[in-house]
């Protein structure tokens, strides 16, 4: 009886445990039938290196949950996979070179001409003509949303004859020539239509093979480039959202070398045999907007200019760039990169670490200091709100700022904001000290300097922090809007540079930053470019 | 079909209370998606384009009940961000997160199982106290740093693995065993403490005097009975592997739900965030539905009471 009773349920037992494990056993193949490149590292990847293929650990795919105006600019920005190219370049200095343009004049009434050069083609084998770029031009603006940033509109571009075309913005924009190099004007084939279908057709030294949204962009050489070919066969650029992840990638062997590495991880990447940093120029600049107005327009403490200078005064740069970056940046004085001012940068002299002068100013405030070393007026304690932008600025820069006011007996309060609640903040003027790091990625000197503290411009955060009309920072930006001259128009950008950070203190700069990229050995003629959207790649090779 | 219906005052009561929230966060989406797009703050002209575009210049009840009329006809609207219909969004990156939620639920379930009875029927031995340490430890460690472990051991250091990326059999281990241990370890101990507890009842006992041999009485009779709990918290943690889960998409580079969701939401695209709690709501109910079944398979006396109720209904 009781084997009997045993041994039914035994069988029943076996038999359905057979059909479980075969059933999960289902389900995990089922599961892995996704389409996607087999294998990391190993056989396949060796021999791919033989035929000179460069695996990229790139940030998140930028293309993947983006608008229409982020998708026409497909492979093109922020990430630049050296598909396309634009009228004019920017150069490493941050000067404007030629790239499909041979020559570039402003003729007057706000128009400019360009000639195209001879014997440039796209990657089909069709010729560059001036039609190809008022298709490009036409096409890059013709979202009312998103018009860009140099005045575009659709009728500002005519061509002249095949080789000629003239540009009018919408609006006085002199400034054109040095907006035109950013990606987002990257010059098209006619027909190109990357936000309906993901087609592409350009005239780079790389064209577009594959892309598999959120996972993969694959480009090869392109066959017809008019100009030296690139040396690599084939760039796969592998999205890794995770900083530590794509590091990972980088040490495992998967990818030959990553974009954005983060600082936190640098330290240890330095001492691994086999791989090599690169760091760009400085490109972008770790800055506080100051805020002295709020949303009705009344003075807020900051408006005070000895409390603006003596919080100038209370950051100790150096300790910032040696000690929180840990030596990864610069000391600099300037707002935007130094190198965008040319040989003028020194005119902006910067304001020193110097606590007992930082004391001495809100003593001659009047911001007294009580028992437990912070100060007050009239019983008010001296107390600054500090927000970050959350996207470009770690919590360690926002409280190493609150130690360094705290020094000097100024109480920092930092609001932990998501991206919206930032916005809302910097929008609605609720704040003090509104930390960033904007990014150079054109060749205007005056770009930042016009876009967030000159009171003409749109920005609803330009009343908090502008100086205001009747300054002399308002009066040299007016005239670098009407420079022709690039040298002059440098020079009245450090005036006016100089003019916001040393006279009114409007933006207290920490430090310049830079890309900061890490490969394996066996990349070679990698030139990291300090505006990342830039970043070109025809000259890279690999090595056994 | 009484709990299929439920669906209906679930998606409004999920849909209001989430637009609500999301339109009282601070942050302005025509803001915030504008100046990412153009690298720079957007004009006070391209501002109310957007805003007019998506009519979010119209009162919060006026957009709510546009999108319920919407949403009635099966049109949840359209991204804000990309301008992609919200419905194809999320289904278009739903394979992806099932291909790592399905065996990573099957392997925590298997493993919570076996490791959770095995526990139980050998109580207060080492393998117990061993894989009660254990529990322990995979619950503490948060499933970050869990991945970043399994990467580093074997990616990095063995080189058996690749450490991120969808593609081949191969991507899929690490992610899932992820996913897996950060959650066998509650789900073992509560196979354990509720065997344990059958255990001790006397129906057991009798089965045992029967002479039923242990694994029969075990797996038969007890384990039938402790798996009502069990099914109940599993049932939780598939619904949440299949909405998504962010960190393990984020750390493995894996195109899936959750992370498009956060980024959503920090974007303010209040049309992917509706769309994603109604389909949240779906398949929490689903599930629920699915379990309620399961129940009356594995306990009879509830099916006995469903019975009753019918034959009273009848």
Sequence with gaps: MRKTAGASPSACHAWRSRHAVVLVVAVLVAATLGDGVPGGAGVARAQEQAVQE????????????????????????????????????????????????????????????????????????????AQAVEYTMDYTVEDPDTSGFAFLGPDSTVVVD??????????????????????????????????????????????????VPGERLVVERNENYWGEPAKLDKITFRFYPDDTTRTLAL?????????????????????????????APVGQVVLAYVARRDQAGADKLLADP?????????????????????????????????????????????????????????DEAGWTTGPDGMRTKDRQPLELVIVFDPSRIDLTTAEFVQAQLREVGIAGRIERLDAGAYREAINSGNYDLDLSTPNQNDANPAFLLSLRWYSKATGENVPFISPGPDTEFERLIDQTQQATDPAQLQRLAAEAMHQLVDVEVGG???????????????????????????????TVFLTE | MRRILVLVPTWLGISFFAFALASLAPGDPAELILARELDEPPTPAQLQAFRERFGLDDPFLVQYGRWVANAVTGDL?????????????LVSRLPATLQIAVPGFTVAVLLALLVGVVSAVRRNSLIDHGSRVGALLADSVPSFVLAYLLIIVFSVVLGLLPVAGRGGPEHLVLPVLTLALATTASLMRLTRSSLLEVLGERYVRTARAMGLPERWVILRHALRNALIPVVTFA????????????????VFAWPGVGKFVVDSIFDRDYAIIQGFVVFTGTVFVLINLAVDLLYVRLDPRIRLAVDAERGRGG
């Design chain 2, 77 to 89: 609207g359209v991204s804000f961000r990309s301008g992609d219909p919200v419905f194809g969004e």
């Design chain 1, 508 to 538: 207290i700069v920490l430090a310049g930053t830079y890309q900061i990229y890490a490969m394996k050995d066996t990349v070679q003629g990698f030139e990291p470019h300090p505006s990342g959207t830039n970043q070109r790649w025809s």
């Design chain 2, 235 to 250: 049932a939780l943690i598939f619904g949440g592997f299949v909405t998504g889960t962010v960190i393990v998409e984020t």
């Design chain 1, 54 to 129: 460069l695996v990229v650990g790139a940030q998140g795919d930028p293309w993947v949950e983006s608008s229409e105006a982020d998708q026409k600019r497909f492979a093109n920005y922020p990430l630049n996979s050296d598909v396309c190219e634009t009228l004019v370049r920017l150069t490493p200095d941050f000067q404007v070179a030629g790239s499909l343009a041979s020559n570039w004049e402003y003729i007057g009434n706000n128009t400019f001409r360009f000639t195209l050069k001879d014997g440039v083609t796209f990657s089909d084998g069709q010729p560059l003509t």
């Design chain 1, 251 to 279: 040490q495992n062997g998967e990818v030959d070398l990553i974009t954005g590495v983060p600082r936190g991880v640098l330290a240890g990447l330095q001492g691994q045999p086999g791989i090599t940093i690169a760091q």
């Design chain 1, 306 to 362: 000895l409390l603006r200078r003596a919080v100038a005064h209370a950051m100790d740069r150096e300790e910032y760039v040696n000690g929180v970056l840990a030596g990864n940046a610069e000391l600099i004085d300037t707002v935007q990169p130094p190198a965008v001012l040319g040989e003028h940068a020194d005119l902006v002299e910067g304001i020193d670490y110097d606590p007992e002068e930082a004391a001495r100013l809100l």
């Design chain 1, 162 to 211: 095949d080789r000629t075309v003239e540009i009018t913005p919408t609006e006085p924009n002199l400034r054109l020539i040095e907006q035109i190099n950013h990606p987002t004007y990257s010059v098209l084939a006619p027909g190109s239509d990357p936000f309906a279908n993901r087609e592409l057709t350009c005239t780079g030294p790389f064209q577009v093979t594959e892309y």
